[in-house]
């Protein structure tokens, strides 16, 4: 039921367009407003849980690692400037790309920080390629996510980790009414009127409140090859750190 509902709620609910194609259409609409409304429509807090799958992933002492839905390639940069010696950012938005291959080249670190436009379902990489894997706030925009967790699956080293870091749904008073309030009728406005994209800050909650949190998205990485599943609940729960072994 969930993967049904994932894979028919789409940015423009165009009858001739796929839903990644609806995606990345909408992500190149908004790409040079992105990085501002995030820090804006997320008070900064974006910054904080990036900070912590930063941290995460620095732990495992990967080398290498696939950023997928890498967007304008904050989380990217951010893993190489602690310690991460090379990472490869993928995404489907050339729109996107373009902003992050700006300011990785600003922050001249071309030589770490490769990025490539990308499908979640079908990567251009040799399978045992990479020492971890991360996708933040991307999945839930995956047209079929089993598909694009075993991707990952794939290309990932044996022993190694995938990090999702997604939001999910507050459970307790008075945080889920606070946060249910915010998404449905505040962050809506503000993001059409900043970005100028009438569908894209409509479709951020939607997908959400679609998307399979908790244990539910647990059993889709174990479906897609995962194994020792852990979600760590972030911000009272407004966002979760999700990890997985192959």
Known sequence: MFLFIMSTVKPYNSSDKTKKEEVAEMFDNISGRYDFLNRFLSLGIDVSWRKKTTKRVKETKAEHVLDMATGTG???????QNGVKKVTG???????????DKKVKEKNLSDRITLIQAD?????????????ATVSFGVRNFENPVKGLSEL???????STLFVLEFSKPESFPFKQIYNFYFRFILPVWGKLISGDNAAYTYLPESVN???????????MEKAGFTNGKQKKL???IASLYSATK
Request: glycine residues 10%.
């Open 235 to 237: 911000t009272f729960g």
């Open 120 to 132: 979640s379902e079908n990567l251009p990489f040799e399978s045992q390629t990479f020492d971890a």
């Open 74 to 80: 904050d989380l990217a940069i951010m893993m190489v």
């Open 210 to 220: 679609a998307f399979p949190h908790g244990q539910a998205f647990l059993d889709l």
């Open 90 to 100: 993928a995404d489907l938005s050339a729109g996107m790309l373009s902003v992050g």
């Open 153 to 159: 699956n794939r290309v990932l080293k044996p022993g």
